[in-house]
């Protein structure tokens, strides 16, 4: 029988939930390296049962992990992160110029086509890549090498590459976004990149229509149309109709426009999810009340979904890379929060339920469609 598996990476270790085609029971597995933060987790489409781990201590630093049984037993991999030729300098918060150091792995995301290669979105921003299932890591240079990478600057969680999505249809075609930079796309396989940010606002920048500098939290796209993205930005919700040419607004009538995860539903590539948060200063929920929004009409019009859901006095966040879609045949979402319940609804969003409770802080949340 077909299954779902959950990779929960939180601040103090990595969970992993399984269930059957049903969902409506579910194991829990870990923690995995306890006390560690596992900034993210994510399986390969080619070999589900090999998953890459990001997990990092302020005190012990960065390890990559591998596992190649779907998480029952981990090993090391290479942990070097040097970036190509002089590392060069970024613009720091108060302006002046600040060497680049490599922090931690903030994304992995597995090639679509070879279980051996995966990609790894970084801080100090760059972009990673491992074609030996880990083992060693050679940088993608020409990203940081984009004329405006001294411009670049930190946002209040770091100068991060957060966001990887690969277009399915054509292995040439990346995109990242970084902050508080904005979002790139190349169109030859990573090696020049394209500053993807013209329609996007940003009224806390000098110049709130500048190429870079925009605050982007997440984007995303449907396999089956690839050409279409959509973004949350530190405010606005964006959708672009030219792979990022050009974005325009589709907040709607969203509480607040200001939220870190944006998901695409399986199989409708119009259907898309948010979780609105208050502000920038009060990452907790409108009201108190935790609510996944979502449009059938790709923006603009949207619904709150509530079933199930905490609807008074719940101060939670929902972070950039904690909501995700399986793809079975009536499309299951699923997010984690700071207060450590990772929720599911296996009917697109009318009905949700907590499917654990009291983890640590979650902080990042992916999910396979096992066969």
């Given amino acids: 029988m077909s299954g779902v598996r959950v990779l929960a990476g939180t601040r103090k270790g ?3 939930l399984t269930a059957d085609g049903k969902r409506d029971r579910w194991d829990v597995a870990g923690p995995f390296f306890t006390g560690w933060e596992i900034y ?3 399986g390969s489409p080619v070999n589900p049962n090999r998953i890459y781990a990001s997990q990092c201590s302020g005190w012990f630093g960065q390890l990559m992990q591998r596992s190649d049984d779907g998480g029952v037993t981990w090993e090391a991999v290479g942990n070097e992160f040097a970036y190509a030729s002089e590392p060069g300098t970024h613009q720091w918060y108060d302006g002046t110029q600040h060497p680049w150091e490599f922090k931690r792995v903030w994304q992995l995301e597995p090639s679509l086509t070879n279980a051996d290669s995966v990609y790894a979105g970084v801080e100090d921003a760059g972009l990673f890549r491992s074609d030996d299932g880990g083992a060693s890591w050679q940088e ?6 984009h004329g405006t990478g001294h411009t670049w600057m930190p946002g209040a969680g770091g100068m991060c590459l957060h966001s990887i999505l690969q277009d399915p249809s054509d292995a040439n075609k990346l995109y990242i976004a970084i902050s508080a930079a904005g979002a790139f796309r190349s169109d030859d396989g990573g090696k020049t990149w394209k500053a993807i940010n ?6 806390y920048i000098p110049d709130p229509k500048a190429e870079t500098g925009h605050c982007v939290h997440n984007i995303a796209m449907h396999p089956a149309n690839p050409n279409v993205l959509f973004m949350q930005k530190h405010w606005d919700v964006m959708r672009s109709d030219n792979r990022g040419d050009l974005w325009t607004e589709v907040s709607g009538n969203l509480p607040s426009d200001f939220g870190f995860p944006i998901a695409v539903h399986a199989h ?7 979780v609105p948060i208050k502000s920038d200063g009060e990452h907790i929920p409108p009201e108190g ?33 904690a909501m995700a879609v399986d793809k079975m045949e ?24 907590a499917i654990v409770r009291d983890l640590p802080a979650v902080l990042s949340v992916e999910v396979q469609t096992l066969a």
């Fill in 140 to 145: 993608m240079a020409g990203l940081r090498e």
């Fill in 330 to 353: 009536e499309c299951g979402v699923y997010f984690g929060t700071t207060g450590g319940q990772v929720y599911a609804s296996p009917d697109g969003g009318d009905h949700w339920n």
């Fill in 198 to 203: 013209q329609g996007l606002r940003s009224e």
């Fill in 268 to 274: 409708e590539p119009e259907t898309i999810y948010v």
């Fill in 289 to 321: 009340k935790l609510r996944v929004y979502r449009s059938r009409t790709g923006g603009n019009e949207w619904e709150a979904l509530t079933h199930g859901l905490p609807q008074s006095h719940c101060y939670v966040n929902v972070l950039r890379s």
């Fill in 40 to 42: 993210h987790m994510n």
């Fill in 14 to 16: 990595a969970f992993i």
